[in-house]
C-alpha cells in the first residue's frame, strides 16, 4: 500500500492532512500575531500598512484558515479573495516581498512546530509572496 502511493505521489497529496489541520488553530493565531508585530515594526514595508493592526491580523487569520486547506472563512465573509488584485493599490516591490517574507519566516521559525512543518509553510507562502509583485 505504501509502496503504491510512493509510486503515485498524487494519491498521497490527496490523503494528506491540510496544513490548517497539522497547524492548529492555536498555533495560526500565534503565527498571525507574531508575524504583524514584525511586519509593523519593519523599515522596508510598515510604511504600507494604514489599517488598525489588530484588522489586519484578523483578515489574515481568515484568509490563511482557507489557504491553508482549512474552511472559507475568507470568503464567507469578504467575497472572493483576488489577492493580486487586492494588492494591487500598494506598490509592492522585490525587496517588499522579501521582507514580507522575512517576517514571515521568523514569525514561522518561532512557531512549536516540527521543522518539516514548518518548511511546508514557507513552501506555500515564498510563491504566493512572489506573485504579489506588482512594481519592478
Ligand atoms: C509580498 C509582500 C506583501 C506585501 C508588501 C503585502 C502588503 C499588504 C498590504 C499593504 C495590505 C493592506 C493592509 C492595510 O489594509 O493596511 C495587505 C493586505 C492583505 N494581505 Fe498582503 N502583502 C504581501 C503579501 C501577502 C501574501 C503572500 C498574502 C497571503 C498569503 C497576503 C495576504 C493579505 C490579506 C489577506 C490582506 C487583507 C486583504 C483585505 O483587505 O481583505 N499578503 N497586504
Not at 95 to 109: E, G
Request: proline share 7%; charged share 25%.
Amino acid at each position: 500500500m505504501v509502496e503504491l502511493s510512493l509510486n503515485r505521489p498524487w494519491d498521497m497529496d490527496l490523503a494528506e492532512e491540510p496544513l490548517f489541520n497539522k497547524l492548529g488553530e492555536g498555533n495560526l493565531q500565534l503565527l498571525v500575531d507574531r508575524f504583524y508585530d514584525l511586519v509593523f515594526e519593519n523599515p522596508q514595508i510598515s510604511r504600507l500598512f494604514k489599517t488598525d493592526k489588530s484588522v489586519i491580523k484578523e483578515k489574515q487569520r481568515l484568509f490563511l484558515t482557507q489557504f491553508l486547506g482549512g474552511p472559507p472563512l475568507y470568503s464567507s465573509q469578504y467575497g472572493h479573495p483576488r489577492l493580486r488584485a487586492r494588492h494591487l493599490p500598494h506598490t509592492i516591490t522585490a525587496d517588499d516581498a522579501v521582507a514580507w517574507l522575512a517576517c514571515m519566516s521568523a514569525a514561522v521559525s518561532s512557531l512549536p512546530v516540527e521543522q518539516q512543518l514548518k518548511d511546508e509553510l514557507m513552501e506555500r507562502l515564498i510563491p504566493t509572496a512572489m506573485f504579489m509583485v506588482n512594481r519592478e
